[in-house]
């Protein structure tokens, strides 16, 4: 039996801060080429080489998280002795991904939480935790501004709405460029004074539109709040110029710590030591001239646009195309207003207007599929099947695996009638994106066209559980539960729906109904009364008080609202009728007979009913008050 075979152990290499920087540099080089497979190898022998370095861990997770690789980045995290602010951060982004929301959270506040605890034994100051955060310089929490926009996505999404808005407003706070925060604001409908939040003045922000940079706001501007429930916190006078040295901070990247990389190794070439020791004197602007002009220009525009997004997140659709057109022509001209826009004209109800913004929208950016699934309802509503079956073709061309794409092919069958096939292409879109309110909301109507209401509820709820404020969820519920005769709950869900969206005609329209249903006859005819103020167009509001004032003995009242909904309508023959069931309580047998002749002109097919009615004209009718059918 030979010798055991022997292996001598190799002397370890003697690696230097050099080494590791010139790892880094490679790591980085490959990251900016998209040469992911390259750079996570290089970095896994980075950190083999330098296991407690928490740059080459940094940048090892990094491009696992980078590669989708989210598990495999927090199981690294996770082990790490000692977690920096950047380690920390990544480890909430991944956690956040993984929907491990209380991990997340815990990444972001366990240090910051010590921290706090340690104050305030110290120290006499009652703070609260989120005021010791704003009043903290550098902010405790990781990668300050961003970090809070982070818990603020945690909090939304483990349904904590309030704490979700408080960290929202906080990171607005400290960083006025995060739209990302704004938008989520108004969609959970908070009233943010924008103003306030971008540092200008209300008469400077639809100002924005001009081309020359427009002079700084008077610091002594009281900020405007509007009267609602809900507020950005009132801000001290001086609040617009510390808006605006927040933002040039930001702006200068003075704010955010830079990535963990070579500048704190102090191993970086000499070019880049020359360079850093220009900055250090003064940062170096990322404008090339007029720094504090260029800034509030950028900040004047994202005050118009978000002034915009808010009155369109509150339904105040009008004023939204009005601000729009505040915003220059370059603004004006880009896929995401024409978005807005295509939206707006939608909740209006003006379908042409709807379709240019967003056939726009798909010219300028045939890629974009976001907002198509809202022109494929514009097609629906039109009845225009040639063009969503080719808006279908497109955005199945475009990505198979988006989920608008699924979407317009479902509405697509829904307009042939083919309400299973339309199902099973929402539930195909809903796969791809189980948060999509809108699929889960058509799925709903599908459901309730084939008479199918258990599994159309289950889906409006849904819908509901991903965004409290989509009304037309709420509308949906509404509508089962009336033809359920569940009138308690109809009333409570069309009430909902008109919270949501205050100016729609239908919705109060529907909500009077339901009142009516419910025995409350005098404040459906305020609802109605209401519903027809909002849309003097909409000449079903009028015939359902017509239907009240019957059934109350009015009759008076009852032909004077059908009179104006027969001028609205005339070629209704169920106006007709009703408004000669009308006269003929009033004793007007003439006019009475003109109705029902017109009636019967006009819908020969309800002859027999109509004839009876004639022949019973000057007989007196038993139940005179359901003479008027919903």
Same mark, same amino acid.
């Given at each position: 039996? *030979?010798?055991?075979f022997?292996t001598?152990?190799?002397? #370890?290499?003697?690696?230097t801060?050099?080494?590791?920087?010139?790892?880094?540099?490679?790591?980085?080089?490959?990251?900016?080429?998209?040469r992911?497979?390259?750079a996570?190898f290089?970095?896994?022998? /980075?950190?083999?080489?330098?296991p407690?370095d928490?740059?080459?861990?940094?940048?090892?997770c990094?491009?696992?998280?980078?590669?989708?690789?989210?598990?495999?980045?927090?199981?690294?995290?996770?082990?790490?002795?000692?977690?920096?602010?950047?380690?920390?951060?990544?480890?909430?982004?991944?956690?956040?991904?993984?929907?491990?929301?209380?991990?997340a959270e815990?990444?972001?506040? !366990?240090?910051?939480?010590?921290?706090?605890?340690?104050?305030?034994?110290?120290?006499?100051?009652?703070?609260?935790?989120?005021?010791?955060?704003?009043?903290?310089?550098? /902010?405790?929490?990781?990668?300050?501004?961003?970090?809070?926009?982070?818990?603020?996505?945690?909090?939304?999404?483990?349904?904590?709405?309030?704490?979700?808005?408080?960290?929202y407003?906080?990171?607005?706070?400290?960083?006025p460029?995060?739209?990302?925060?704004?938008?989520?604001?108004?969609?959970?409908g908070?009233?943010?004074?924008? =103003?306030?939040?971008?540092?200008?003045?209300?008469?400077?922000?639809?100002?924005?539109?001009?081309? @020359? #940079?427009?002079?700084?706001?008077?610091?002594?501007?009281?900020?405007?709040?509007?009267? @609602?429930t809900?507020?950005?916190?009132?801000?001290?006078?001086?609040?617009?110029?510390?808006?605006?040295?927040?933002?040039r901070?930001?702006?200068?990247r *003075?704010?955010? #710590?830079?990535?963990?990389?070579t500048?704190?190794?102090? @191993?970086?070439?000499?070019?880049?030591r020359?360079?850093?020791?220009?900055?250090e004197?003064?940062?170096?602007?990322?404008?090339?001239?007029?720094?504090?002009g260029?800034?509030?220009?950028?900040?004047?525009?994202?005050?118009?646009?978000?002034?915009?997004?808010?009155?369109?997140? !509150?339904?105040?659709?009008?004023?939204?195309?009005?601000?729009?057109?505040?915003?220059?022509?370059?603004?004006?001209?880009?896929?995401?207003?024409?978005?807005?826009?295509?939206?707006?004209?939608l909740?209006? %109800?003006?379908?042409?207007?709807?379709?240019?913004?967003?056939? !726009?929208?798909?010219?300028?950016?045939?890629?974009?599929?976001?907002?198509?699934?809202?022109?494929?309802?514009?097609?629906?509503?039109?009845?225009?099947?040639?063009?969503?079956?080719?808006?279908?073709q497109?955005?199945?061309?475009?990505?198979?695996?988006?989920?608008?794409?699924?979407?317009?092919?479902?509405?697509?069958?829904?307009?042939?009638?083919? !309400?299973?096939?339309?199902?099973?292409?929402?539930k195909?879109?809903l796969?791809?994106?189980?948060?999509?309110?809108?699929?889960?909301?058509?799925?709903?109507?599908?459901?309730? +066209?084939?008479?199918?209401?258990?599994?159309?509820?289950?889906?409006?709820?849904?819908?509901?559980?991903?965004?409290?404020?989509h009304? %037309?969820?709420?509308?949906?519920?509404?509508?089962?539960y009336?033809?359920q005769?569940?009138?308690?709950?109809?009333?409570?869900?069309?009430?909902?729906? /008109?919270?949501?969206? =205050?100016?729609?005609?239908?919705?109060?329209?529907?909500?009077?109904?339901?009142?009516?249903?419910?025995?409350?006859?005098?404040?459906?005819?305020?609802?109605? +009364?209401?519903?027809?103020?909002l849309? =003097?167009?909409?000449?079903?509001?009028?015939?359902?008080?017509?239907?009240?004032?019957?059934?109350?003995?009015?009759?008076?009242?009852?032909?004077?609202?059908?009179?104006?909904?027969?001028?609205a309508?005339?070629?209704?023959?169920?106006?007709?009728?009703?408004?000669?069931?009308?006269?003929?309580r009033?004793?007007?047998?003439?006019?009475?007979?003109?109705?029902f002749?017109? +009636?019967m002109?006009?819908?020969?097919k309800?002859?027999?009913?109509?004839?009876s009615?004639?022949?019973?004209?000057?007989n007196?009718?038993?139940?005179?008050?359901?003479?008027? =059918?919903?």
């Amino acid at each position: 039996m *030979g010798a055991p075979f022997e292996t001598t152990r190799p002397q #370890p290499k003697t690696t230097t801060p050099h080494h590791l920087s010139q790892y880094l540099s490679l790591i980085q080089q490959y990251m900016n080429v998209f040469r992911l497979d390259n750079a996570i190898f290089l970095a896994e022998r /980075c950190v083999a080489e330098f296991p407690t370095d928490a740059t080459a861990l940094y940048w090892l997770c990094f491009a696992y998280y980078r590669a989708g690789q989210l598990s495999r980045a927090q199981h690294l995290l996770s082990k790490a002795a000692h977690l920096t602010p950047q380690l920390l951060y990544l480890s909430a982004q991944c956690s956040y991904e993984l929907k491990e929301y209380a991990r997340a959270e815990d990444a972001l506040l !366990h240090d910051c939480r010590h921290q706090f605890k340690q104050q305030q034994s110290s120290s006499s100051q009652g703070h609260t935790f989120e005021e010791w955060i704003l009043q903290t310089t550098p /902010c405790p929490i990781p990668n300050g501004a961003a970090g809070l926009a982070l818990l603020g996505d945690i909090f939304r999404k483990s349904n904590r709405t309030q704490r979700a808005i408080q960290y929202y407003q906080m990171s607005l706070q400290l960083d006025p460029f995060l739209w990302s925060s704004f938008q989520a604001l108004t969609d959970l409908g908070v009233t943010v004074d924008v =103003p306030t939040v971008f540092g200008v003045s209300q008469t400077t922000t639809a100002a924005a539109a001009t081309k @020359t #940079p427009l002079q700084p706001p008077s610091p002594g501007l009281t900020p405007i709040h509007q009267n @609602t429930t809900t507020t950005m916190e009132e801000e001290t006078p001086s609040h617009t110029t510390v808006v605006l040295r927040r933002a040039r901070q930001v702006a200068n990247r *003075g704010y955010y #710590p830079p990535s963990p990389e070579t500048p704190s190794l102090s @191993t970086v070439t000499r070019s880049m030591r020359y360079l850093q020791g220009l900055g250090e004197a003064e940062p170096r602007s990322l404008f090339l001239e007029d720094e504090k002009g260029d800034v509030q220009t950028i900040l004047q525009t994202l005050a118009t646009m978000g002034q915009a997004y808010q009155e369109l997140s !509150h339904y105040q659709c009008q004023a939204c195309l009005d601000t729009f057109k505040q915003l220059p022509l370059s603004h004006q001209n880009t896929s995401w207003v024409l978005h807005q826009q295509g939206k707006a004209y939608l909740e209006l %109800n003006e379908f042409t207007a709807a379709q240019r913004c967003l056939e !726009h929208m798909k010219h300028l950016e045939p890629g974009r599929l976001e907002g198509l699934e809202l022109l494929s309802t514009v097609y629906w509503h039109q009845k225009k099947e040639v063009d969503l079956a080719s808006l279908a073709q497109h955005v199945v061309a475009w990505d198979k695996r988006s989920p608008q794409a699924w979407c317009v092919v479902g509405n697509c069958f829904s307009l042939q009638k083919d !309400h299973e096939a339309a199902l099973s292409f929402f539930k195909r879109s809903l796969q791809l994106d189980p948060d999509f309110t809108y699929t889960h909301t058509l799925c709903g109507y599908e459901y309730m +066209a084939n008479e199918d209401f258990e599994p159309a509820m289950a889906c409006f709820r849904q819908a509901i559980r991903t965004n409290e404020r989509h009304y %037309n969820a709420w509308y949906g519920l509404g509508c089962i539960y009336h033809r359920q005769e569940k009138y308690d709950l109809a009333e409570y869900h069309f009430e909902r729906a /008109c919270q949501i969206h =205050p100016t729609s005609s239908i919705l109060r329209c529907n909500w009077g109904i339901s009142q009516h249903a419910n025995g409350k006859a005098y404040q459906a005819l305020e609802t109605l +009364a209401e519903a027809s103020r909002l849309d =003097p167009g909409n000449p079903q509001a009028r015939f359902q008080r017509a239907t009240i004032y019957s059934a109350l003995h009015r009759p008076q009242e009852a032909a004077l609202e059908l009179e104006k909904v027969r001028d609205a309508a005339p070629r209704e023959a169920t106006v007709h009728f009703c408004l000669g069931k009308v006269y003929k309580r009033l004793g007007r047998l003439d006019d009475a007979m003109k109705c029902f002749l017109a +009636a019967m002109d006009l819908d020969p097919k309800d002859s027999q009913m109509i004839k009876s009615a004639m022949d019973k004209l000057d007989n007196p009718d038993i139940d005179e008050e359901t003479m008027i =059918p919903f």
